[in-house]
């Protein structure tokens, strides 16, 4: 190698030992690390002793059942070895406790003062018409609360034994039990539960009685860990997981999700409210009087074998007082995404105390979401409290806002009849100018719309007001729990897909796209669809013009491709469509009976002939004729340049 090859070599190697020297952590740094090295080796050395206590205790509490007086003694002192001050919980016999009303039951286990179960007597789940819909049960959900002891021990609250304490009625009718874990002192921790008379929102506190003798020092938070599975409880499941997903809200009113199909987890900085694990049409709602903070959140979705939709987990701490004077204080909903029901408990709330708790109910965009609270579940409650039949309800409605879009939809059927009865003259002008012309055809076309008072923009613009409308049903039809489980003619369940055919083959494309169904209201929907697009094509002539012949099967194509995407959609969706459909294919033949073409191109021929003797240039005209002298300025100072 050449000199310059090893000047290059040592300047590189120069260039790295600077790198490394300037980059090399210092002693506080690395003792930083190390520390936190440790740290984190101590808690996991930690956990998996508590992991083997765990173990342990339950081998003991077996052994308790069968132990004989020469035993006992042995247990006992391997209990309090494992346990410390908590022995006296860890050893017992599980017991269940019920606090229900006409909303919820709940079933309360002593193992862990834990919710085992949590019912509601008012729904059903899907192909269920016995048993009340249940929430969880069991090992479906699990709420833990971490305790680290004094002499260094990490205890499980849901490997401990509570002891039940007499169910009190308050005041107020409310239902209240208290779970006590012991301590081989006098200092215990409550659990107290307290279920109103006729509520979905439970109470629950944690009450410490001078614990701060048996826990760490300086303890003044708890470690929450909270699991879910969420179980399949409607038909479509496709459908169910799109609106499945974990929801929570930081302190104020801002509320974020986690992702609805894949796997997300998200470790959230802030302040939290509220955390909701959500389903279609149910949810389980952690709520802390307090905040949430460092809060890890997980979904998971879940295999269709499995017969659950997601695994939702969270680990956050929480304010604790292990002297007693300041109860840790929560609400648990459990109950249906009502929008009237959730939106009730921030009546008569100030602002900043508010839950927003209705926002759990998607609604669309905002301007969709504002048509949907003001107008459309306002017409829904009015017409459902009038005590008709939920396909009547639906057809009402369909009717009223049919009649409220009526001016916009009216508009733009003249406007289009107004270019349709025009087109003769706007061929002869297409004839007279060849497309090298185009400027003077443009010209001559924005002339004669002058002319005859006809603005291209005036079918769009009605259009574009009704489209919010349009939206809103689109996404309140989904989330109306009031549909789920009503039958109308042949659908058996309003809010999920009423398949009139089904097959178990997987059909590649179609059993992706389409499913292993085919729903009715959705085929009557595309039937009706490809039927009003038919009656439209018969006023529009296509010529030998080949982009004209190909938008116009572009338009047969359109409900088919409708199809495909509805067929999973509730069916009250597509009946609301279908008779939307229906009332807009009627409105079209009115219209074309009320405005005759000979009428109404007489009608501008008449204002054609005003205009040309008192001209008058609205502001969209004259602004697209000032356009096009610029275009044409423009083109001639480019022809005059490429002259030169």
Not at 130 to 150: P, Q, R
Not at 237 to 255: N, P, S, V
Not at 363 to 376: D, Q, S
Not at 457 to 463: A, F, I, T
Request: charged residues 20%; hydrophobic residues 45%.
């Amino acid at each position: 190698m050449d000199k310059n090859t090893w000047i290059g070599f040592g300047l590189i190697a120069v260039i790295i030992i600077a790198f490394s020297l300037i980059n090399r952590p210092s002693k506080e740094e690395l003792e930083r690390r190390r520390h936190y090295q440790d740290s984190v080796a101590y808690v996991q050395q930690l956990e998996y002793e508590a992991q083997k206590a765990a173990q342990a205790a339950e081998q003991l509490n077996q052994q308790a059942v069968q132990a004989t007086d020469n035993t006992t003694a042995d247990l006992q002192q391997q209990v309090e070895a494992l346990y410390g001050a908590f022995a006296p919980a860890a050893i017992g016999e599980e017991q269940f406790l019920t606090l229900e009303n006409s909303k919820v039951r709940l079933l309360i286990t002593t193992k862990g003062g834990r919710i085992w179960q949590a019912q509601l007597p008012e729904y059903k789940a899907y192909g269920d018409t016995i048993n009340s819909l249940s929430l969880f049960a069991g090992d479906e959900a699990m709420l833990d609360f971490v305790l680290i002891t004094a002499n260094n021990r990490i205890l499980h609250t849901k490997d401990l034994y509570f002891e039940p304490l007499p169910i009190v009625l308050t005041a107020d009718g409310a239902q209240q039990l208290t779970l006590r874990l012991h301590t081989d002192t006098d200092a215990a921790i409550d659990f107290i539960y307290t279920l109103p008379a006729d509520d979905y929102m439970l109470r629950f506190n944690i009450q410490a009685n001078g614990v701060q003798q048996v826990l760490a020092q300086n303890t003044n938070y708890l470690e929450m860990h909270w699991n879910q599975l969420i179980p399949q409880q409607e038909r479509g499941r496709k459908f169910e997981e799109r609106y499945a997903t974990l929801q929570y809200m930081y302190k104020g009113d801002d509320i974020e999700n986690l992702s609805e199909s894949k796997n997300d987890h998200k470790q959230v900085a802030g302040r939290l409210r509220w955390i909701a694990y959500k389903d279609q049409f149910f949810s389980t709602v952690f709520i802390a009087d307090d905040a949430l903070t460092s809060a890890q959140l997980s979904s998971t979705p879940m295999p269709k074998t499995s017969g659950y939709i997601k695994n939702y987990q969270t680990k956050a701490s929480l304010a604790f007082d292990p002297n007693g004077i300041q109860p840790t204080s929560f609400r648990f909903y459990l109950g249906p995404n009502h929008y009237n029901i959730l939106k009730a408990y921030d009546k008569g709330v100030e602002k900043a105390d508010r839950l927003y708790l209705k926002r759990l109910v998607p609604l669309g965009w905002k301007i969709v979401a504002w048509i949907n609270m003001i107008l459309v579940i306002p017409m829904f409650d009015l017409f459902m409290s009038w005590g008709m039949h939920i396909g009547l309800v639906i057809l009402l409605m369909t009717l009223v806002i049919k009649l409220i879009i009526l001016p916009f939809t009216f508009t733009s059927y003249r406007s289009t009849a107004k270019m349709r009865v025009l087109k003769p003259q706007i061929d002869a002008i297409n004839e007279k100018y060849p497309p090298e012309k185009m400027q003077e055809r443009q010209q001559a076309t924005m002339a004669l719309y002058q002319k005859a008072g006809v603005s291209p923009m005036s079918g769009c613009l009605p259009m574009l007001f009704q489209l919010p409308i349009v939206m809103a049903m689109f996404w309140f039809f989904p989330t109306a729990i009031e549909l789920r489980g009503q039958s109308f003619l042949w659908a058996e369940d309003l809010s999920a897909y009423d398949a009139i055919l089904t097959w178990n083959a997987n059909i590649p494309l179609i059993s992706w796209f389409f499913g292993n169904h085919l729903s009715l209201f959705c085929l009557l929907m595309t039937v009706t669809n490809i039927l009003y697009t038919w009656i439209n094509m018969q006023t529009q002539a296509t010529g030998n013009d080949p982009s004209a012949k190909v938008m116009k099967w572009m338009m047969y194509l359109m409900p088919i491709f409708f199809m495909y995407i509805f067929n999973d959609y509730a069916a009250g969706l597509s009946y609301y469509y279908f008779v939307s459909l229906l009332m807009t294919i009627l409105q079209t033949y009115i219209f074309r009976w009320s405005i005759d073409d000979k009428k109404l191109l007489k009608q501008m021929e008449a204002k054609a002939a005003k205009n040309a003797a008192k001209p008058k240039k609205s502001g969209l005209m004259a602004r697209l004729e000032k356009m096009q002298r610029e275009q044409q300025a423009y083109a001639r100072e480019q022809a005059k340049k490429r002259s030169r």
